[in-house]
């Protein structure tokens, strides 16, 4: 297990003490360390002797963040934490067992940190437009919820994968610095021919966006940056160039429908669209890394515009934004 951490003094403490008291010990417990500068690492590794500390030098972002502790891990399985997750004391357990043959990703039901409203049962990906959305979001976790749901992608928040897939796909893909990096994955273990699926018996709260918000106190708007750039890459290294080309536009196009809705401020506007000039920048990374997906084998093409339109409908109605 791998617990990623920049400056989680606020949360880490809870996290990991969710971890010890889980029904099934994970074989090794690895705290990757992004060059915090709140002792956090230190006070975990006190409280906390089992864990293992890895410190990188520089915080090397989500992705190369985890790779760091992949690396070091033996497991067959491995499991991905943010360090603002508190476990349920069978999450982990539950997680495993639904990790039947032919799955290749598993998360759980996770809720916002009061417990009371769902942050994600895993998520859609439209490829048409380039849209995702967290499922569920918002609704009452009491509420009927299907027990093993197959779905598009698993958030990192917290995510069982198969070493098997890390070793034939590759690690996370470094250039996710955050946002991204989970959608990415879940579209390599499909092309594996692997499933995605979320169990609601696993369950966890989580505090959402910790670190980010910790990081857009110097860097205003990083997350919307990272977010957009990110996926704006991820298209054209992962969809078939015309879904590439509509995504894009699509993107550039829900300018309007963030601004009448969510009345965005003009600086979302030249955010994103320097998100954009940033990924074309990058275009010969992207290329590179569509090489390196095409050989994992084909991604098939499933749209989910109706998905997506009850989707829109909902948070303009809520005016309450989340994809």
């Not at 994968?161 to 690690?171: E, K, T």
């Not at 966890?204 to 966006?209: K, Q």
């Not at 699509?250 to 506007?269: D, W």
Request: aromatic share 10%.
């Amino acid at each position: 297990m791998i617990i990623l951490n920049y400056n989680g003094a606020s949360s880490l403490k809870q996290c990991l003490e969710s971890i010890r008291f889980q029904s099934y010990s994970p074989l090794e417990i690895i705290l990757v360390d992004n060059n915090s500068t709140d002792n956090s690492p230190d006070e975990a590794e006190r409280l906390f002797p089992e864990l293992r500390v890895i410190r990188n030098p520089k915080n090397l972002g989500f992705a190369e963040g985890n790779n760091v502790g992949i690396r070091s891990s033996s497991g067959d399985l491995v499991l991905l934490a943010n360090n603002d997750v508190v476990l349920e004391p069978n999450a982990i357990s539950s997680m495993t067992d639904n990790l039947h043959d032919g799955t290749g990703i598993v998360g759980g039901l996770i809720c916002y940190s009061n417990g009371r409203k769902i942050w994600a049962y895993g998520g859609r990906f439209d490829l048409a437009t380039g849209m995702h959305w967290h499922l569920l979001q918002g609704m009452n976790p009491q509420s009927s919820v299907q027990k093993r749901l197959e779905v598009d992608y698993v958030p990192g928040a917290l995510l069982l994968v198969r070493r098997s897939i890390l070793d034939q796909a590759g690690l996370l893909d470094p250039y996710f610095f955050l946002y991204g990096d989970d959608i990415d994955l879940a579209l390599k273990a499909k092309r594996l021919g692997y499933s995605v699926i979320v169990a609601s018996s696993a369950l966890a709260n989580h505090m959402v966006s910790q670190s980010v918000r910790k990081l857009e106190q110097q860097h205003e708007l990083l997350g919307y940056y990272m977010m957009n750039r990110n996926m704006f890459y991820l298209y054209f290294v992962q969809l078939p160039i015309p879904l590439a080309l509509t995504s894009t536009v699509f993107q550039v196009a829900f300018l309007i429908f963030e601004i009448l809705i969510f009345r965005r401020q003009n600086s979302y506007i030249r955010v994103k669209i320097t998100a954009l000039a940033h990924a074309l920048e990058d275009l010969d990374k992207a290329r590179e890394a569509r090489t390196r997906v095409k050989k994992i084998g084909q991604i098939r093409v499933r749209f989910g515009f109706r998905d997506l339109i009850h989707t829109a409908r909902s948070r303009a109605n809520s005016r309450k934004y989340y994809w």
